[in-house]
Structure formats: structure tokens, C-alpha cells
């Protein structure tokens, strides 16, 4: 069974930088595409970042194009979001997720990490 956990979640403040990562285990990681979600209070959850499993396609949502990016390292299966200039508007709990490289799309992932809390003070 596959199973994400994530780290690197903190209180930082405006214009500040977090790495938060989310360690895959349980099968081939090398074989999983990967996405970075987040929910803010009271709102519904978003799509971050989208990395497949070779690297060669990535995607991000508009609101953190040249602020946050996402890698991976297959050799030790564990997936990365640089996250710099942070704002107030980044505060979330973040979740990684995971799908067969094979599936298509941006919000069908089919397991999900516990989340961890990003808080970015003005």
C-alpha cells in the first residue's frame, strides 16, 4: 500500500522560504506521477504542482509560477516543493498525492499524504 508523508511545514514570515518534502513508500515511486495540493481555511482544497515520474512535465498553477517549484528525487523516493517569496495568501495545510504515471489529468491522484500546515505571518 502506498503511503505518502509530508514534512516542512512552519511559521515563516512574508517573503520568507519553506522546502517542504513528501517521502513515497510502499511501491515503485519511479513508476508515479506526483502533485502538490493545499486548502486554506475554509476553502476548497487546489492544485499546486504536478511533477511525472521522469521529471519531463511539470505543471503549476498560476499563483505560484517563479515563487514555489516542485522536483523529485527517484533514488530516494521523495518529492520536493521549493517554496520562496511566500505570501500571506500561501497560508494552507499542504498535501502531496500520488498516481500511476499512466493516468491522465491534474486532479485524479489516488493516494493522498496527511497534509502539513504552511503559515506565512505579514
Known amino acids: 500500500q502506498v503511503q505518502l508523508v509530508e514534512s516542512g511545514g512552519a511559521l515563516v514570515q512574508v517573503g520568507g522560504s519553506l522546502r517542504l518534502s513528501c517521502v513515497f513508500s510502499?511501491?515503485?515511486?519511479?513508476?508515479?506521477?506526483m502533485g502538490w495540493f493545499r486548502q486554506a481555511p475554509e476553502k476548497e482544497r487546489e492544485f499546486v504542482a504536478h511533477i511525472s515520474a521522469s521529471a519531463d512535465r511539470i505543471y503549476s498553477t498560476a499563483s505560484v509560477k517563479g515563487r514555489f517549484t516542485i522536483s523529485r528525487d527517484n533514488a530516494k523516493n521523495t518529492m520536493y516543493l521549493q517554496m520562496n517569496s511566500l505570501k500571506p495568501e500561501d497560508t494552507a495545510v499542504y498535501y502531496c498525492a500520488a498516481r500511476p504515471n499512466w493516468k491522465l489529468g491534474l486532479n485524479d491522484y489516488d493516494y493522498w499524504g496527511q497534509g502539513t500546515q504552511v503559515t506565512v505571518s505579514s
Open positions: 510502499g511501491d515503485a515511486f519511479g513508476t508515479y506521477a
